[in-house]
Antibody, heavy 114, light 112 residues
Framework: EVQLVETGGGLVQPGRSLKLSCVASGFTFSSYWMYWIRQAPGKGLEWVSSINTDGGSTYYPDSVKGRFTISRDNAENTVYLQMNSLRSEDTATYYC???????WGQGVMVTVSS | DIVMTQGALPNPVPSGESASITCQSSKSLLHSNGKTYLNWYLQRPGQSPQLLIYWMSTRASGVSDRFSGSGSGTDFTLKISSVEAEDVGVYYCQQFLEYPLTFGSGTKLEIK
């Protein structure tokens, strides 16, 4: 069974950093692109970042480019999202997903507030 | 950026009736490989989104055959035949053709 488990969320002050992790199981992790998608409270879905199978290519929307960094450790079956210079508008539930978003994790809440 | 525009449903939809959700993209999602890079997702209340349809018309594994996807390069439809209580939630279309990946704003389905 495919499982994606996100951790690392919480309450953080504006301007500070947070690192999310997503541990994968049930599939050959190193064969799949991985994604982070977020959903602000009561709002729709927003793609946040993508990483290819070996971590050599990464993609971001303008809203997080230069502040967020996606990475992966194929030996640990884990994808990360390092979030720096956090803003109130980054408050959301963050989901990781595999492949063409075939499977999603349960999500982790990030709240940016003073 | 490719803008995805979703239509609304005439909620609530009577149980057992069909429902069609529309989605329009600001650019053709037809790739040179012949595939159309359009996904559909359902987010049930309190749950994570789940993939229903990829490449515009291919059902994801385990998805009921009551769900079907169709369309052209820029106009798409998700049809749910004989809606059931478990179909309640918000449906999103998403383009996978180019970055930035973009989603529609969502279409809510309620059942009567």
């Amino acid at each position: 069974e495919v499982q994606l488990v996100e951790t690392g969320g919480g309450l953080v002050q504006p301007g500070r950093s947070l690192k999310l992790s997503c541990v994968a199981s049930g599939f050959t992790f190193s064969s799949y692109w991985m994604y982070w998608i977020r959903q602000a409270p009561g709002k729709g879905l927003e793609w946040v970042s993508s990483i290819n199978t070996d971590g050599g290519s990464t993609y971001y929307p303008d809203s997080v480019k230069g502040r967020f960094t996606i990475s992966r450790d194929n030996a640990e079956n884990t994808v990360y999202l390092q979030m720096n210079s956090l803003r109130s508008e980054d408050t959301a539930t963050y989901y990781c997903a595999r492949g063409t978003m075939i499977n999603w994790g349960q999500g982790v809440m990030v709240t940016v507030s003073s | 950026d490719i803008v995805m525009t979703q239509g609304a449903l005439p909620n609530p939809v009577p149980s057992g009736e069909s429902a069609s959700i529309t989605c329009q993209s600001s650019k053709s999602l037809l790739h040179s490989n012949g595939k159309t890079y359009l996904n559909w997702y359902l987010q049930r209340p309190g749950q994570s989104p789940q993939l229903l349809i990829y490449w515009m018309s291919t059902r994801a594994s385990g998805v009921s055959d009551r769900f079907s996807g169709s369309g052209s390069g820029t106009d798409f439809t998700l049809k749910i035949s004989s809606v059931e209580a478990e179909d309640v939630g918000v449906y999103y279309c998403q383009q996978f053709l180019e970055y930035p990946l973009t989603f529609g704003s969502g279409t809510k389905l309620e059942i009567k």
